[in-house]
């Protein structure tokens, strides 16, 4: 357990925002959780992960915890699957690259994504036609209030587009301590037809493809299209990918004949936030410190020492421009603290 007082938060969170905790513990264990929670009025704290889907615009006047508990191991495994349990500290990313190294498929599509495992259910973040819910088994999570350890099913998560139980009915109630996923160990499902992944595949000279590949293929696109949070501050999608009904769609296909879509139910089109923000002429805009990203108008990026205000007024002006030109509301996805 590692405790400081008037602790920068700047290299806690993706965007790089230099903001202060009253007090900041680090803890490595259920345990120390456990133990700090008991001596703190549970009411002011505030529980941090791997800091990458926030937005830090104040300082942080109360006790910081950050979850910092690591692990990777099997708890079972039959001849097509394996069910791996990651503790909520490691890397997202890593773990990814650990699964591929085992040869274990169904979380190649989503390598690359900023963050740890612990806060990947809560937005059951996706990317490349693949969500965490299609892979998720189960996660154990403290109840704040009681310290009782509970473990929510797939089900109980109640998971949606970048959305579960944890954004809504239950937030801030529970700590995610670690999360099981269930894997193919054979007889991979590949999925390359979204986005660009084919033709990275063919850039790369891969015509055998397996699951390392669309990994490598996916890190080359995200490497390309975004920015490393180490190099320039920011937070993956800024904003939610909107979904629309089919006949709202109709009358802007009317308006914008070359919009992009995808179908996501019966009654409902998804649209890529980032061609309305590019069409709306603000891919590239820079304002002082911020701006949106040049090459991905869904990432609003900190250029050096800008402050949490000021991109949150960049995320109102571009929300004010996409409803003025296409009537639509673009929904953060970060959460605006």
Same mark, same amino acid.
């Given at each position: ?36 929670? #008991? ?40 001849? !097509? ?30 390598s690359l994504i900023p963050g740890n495992v612990g806060t990947s259910p809560i937005q059951n973040i996706g990317a490349y036609g693949v969500e965490l819910k299609d892979h998720f088994v189960s996660c154990d999570a403290l109840d704040i209030q009681t310290l009782e350890v509970v473990n929510f099913t797939a089900k109980e998560c109640e998971f949606d587009y970048r959305n579960s139980i944890f954004k ?30 084919? !033709? ?69 089109? #998804? ?15 820079? !304002? ?24 949150? #007024? ?24």
């Amino acid at each position: 357990m590692k405790v400081s007082q008037n602790a920068s938060l700047k290299s806690y969170n993706t965007f790089g925002i230099d903001v202060k905790a009253k007090n900041l513990i680090s803890v490595d264990s259920v345990d120390e959780l456990i133990s700090v929670l #008991k001596k703190n009025d549970t009411e002011d704290l505030f529980i941090l992960g791997g800091g990458s889907n926030m937005l830090l615009t104040q300082n942080i006047d109360t006790t910081v915890i950050h979850i910092d508990i690591k692990g990777v191991e099997v708890v079972r495994e039959t001849e !097509e699957f394996v069910f791996v349990k990651s503790y909520a500290g490691e890397n997202w990313h890593e773990f990814v690259l650990y699964t591929l190294e085992n040869n274990w498929g169904g979380l190649e599509n989503l390598s690359l994504i900023p963050g740890n495992v612990g806060t990947s259910p809560i937005q059951n973040i996706g990317a490349y036609g693949v969500e965490l819910k299609d892979h998720f088994v189960s996660c154990d999570a403290l109840d704040i209030q009681t310290l009782e350890v509970v473990n929510f099913t797939a089900k109980e998560c109640e998971f949606d587009y970048r959305n579960s139980i944890f954004k809504n009915k239950v937030k801030g109630k529970y700590i995610i301590t670690n999360v099981v996923f269930k894997l193919t160990k054979a007889n991979h499902k590949l999925l390359t037809s979204y986005g660009a992944i084919n !033709e990275a595949l063919a850039e790369m000279g891969v015509n055998n493809v397996g699951i390392r590949d669309i990994s490598n293929a996916v890190i080359k696109i995200r490497q390309q299209k975004l920015p490393d949070p180490k190099e320039l501050g920011n937070s993956g999608s800024f904003f939610k990918n909107p979904v629309i009904s089919n006949k709202e769609f109709e009358v802007l296909k009317e308006q914008f004949p070359e919009i992009p879509s995808y179908n996501v139910g019966e009654d409902s089109i #998804k649209i890529p936030g980032g061609w309305l923000i590019d069409k709306a002429g603000l891919k590239g805009y820079r !304002e002082g410190n911020t701006g949106v990203h040049k090459n991905q108008a869904l990432v609003l990026v900190n250029y050096g020492e800008a402050t949490g205000e000021e991109i949150l #007024k960049l995320s109102r002006k571009v929300q004010a421009e996409i409803l003025t030109k296409f009537n639509i509301y673009l929904e953060p996805e970060v959460n605006i603290i």
